[in-house]
């Protein structure tokens, strides 16, 4: 089984370097195959936010680990009217990572990552046809033996944070987005955005779409929560028959593990495994 740690939303100029220290230990001991970071470095693209983020990656890298990052909404300036609209992820290609839509593999796993991040949009995101080519044409046949993983800022999906419970907003192109992720048979999609940590099976959130599991992120470090929820990161132990989603919280000036929420695949689709109780 290959292990994944999932961040998202770190948010470097609102965050709490306590929980930064917290999760460069954690990751350091544990020694993830792949640290994924879904967007949302920094809170407002700031030059300084950017160095900080930088630093943290080159620590973690520096420690060994491999790291794939897409942008979020919040990388992209809002207040800097001619960088948001001229060159709106230059300090993000600067600081990060040059590659918006980068690729990492190994013998288990083959993880793209999209830029949904817009410059036309204070938060939405959205997804290209050229993007979606890309998905069809990373996950090709010669990878059809290893578990194959989408990483977006924004969900591909309206999920249940809205107010009473209400959808929220998908990123736009998102249904076509989906057939091209099912065309190329993408097993994980992992995303942000809302500051909530969930996992479902896609076919039980929105009919006719593939056999993906669709995996949340809270925020990892942001000061700013949402829903009640702590800062927190997900622990991902992952192969071609099985997925284990473990959220770690903090909580108490360190981080609490909870339940792991277990999937299997049937050759058909990913399902959730639930315990029988005693």
């Known amino acids: 089984m290959a292990m994944v740690a999932h961040l998202s939303d770190i948010h470097f100029g609102r965050h709490d370097p306590a929980i930064i220290a917290a999760v460069e230990a954690f990751l350091g001991e544990r020694s993830p195959d792949l640290v994924v970071v879904s967007g949302d470095l920094t809170q407002r ?7 900080l983020a930088c630093e943290f990656l080159d620590r973690l890298e520096a420690a060994g ?4 990052a897409v942008p979020g909404n919040h ?8 960088q ?3 060159r709106p992820l230059d300090r993000y290609r600067r600081y990060i990572d040059d590659d918006l839509c980068p690729f990492w593999e190994n013998d288990e796993l083959a993880v793209l990552g999209i830029n949904t991040a817009r410059s036309f949009t204070f938060k939405d995101g959205s997804v290209s046809h050229e993007q979606m080519d890309r998905i069809r044409r990373t996950f090709g046949e010669d990878r059809r033996d290893k578990l194959r993983v989408l990483v977006t800022h924004h969900p591909l999906f309206g999920l249940p944070f809205g107010e009473e419970g209400e959808p929220t907003e998908a990123a736009k192109r998102s249904p076509d987005a989906l057939l091209a992720a099912a065309d ?5 999609l992992l995303a942000g955005h809302f500051h909530r940590s969930f996992s479902k099976t896609a076919r039980e959130i929105i009919d006719n779409v593939g056999p993906a599991l ?4 809270g925020t990892t470090a942001s000061t700013r929560l949402r829903g009640g929820e702590q800062q927190s990161f997900n622990w991902i132990e992952a ?6 989603v473990q959220v ?5 000036g360190a981080f609490r593990c909870g339940k792991p929420a277990s999937f299997a695949y049937d050759g058909e689709s990913w399902h959730s495994i639930v315990e029988a109780k005693a």
Not at 239 to 244: D, F, P, S, T, V
């Open 184 to 188: 190329a048979g993408v097993d994980l």
């Open 214 to 217: 669709v995996v949340q992120a």
């Open 84 to 86: 948001r609209f001229a």
């Open 239 to 244: 192969g071609k028959n099985g997925i284990a």
């Open 65 to 68: 680990l491999a790291v794939l």
């Open 248 to 252: 770690y919280a903090w909580e108490g």
């Open 75 to 82: 990388d992209v300036p809002l207040y800097d009217i001619v």
């Open 45 to 51: 693209a700031r030059v300084n936010q950017y160095q």
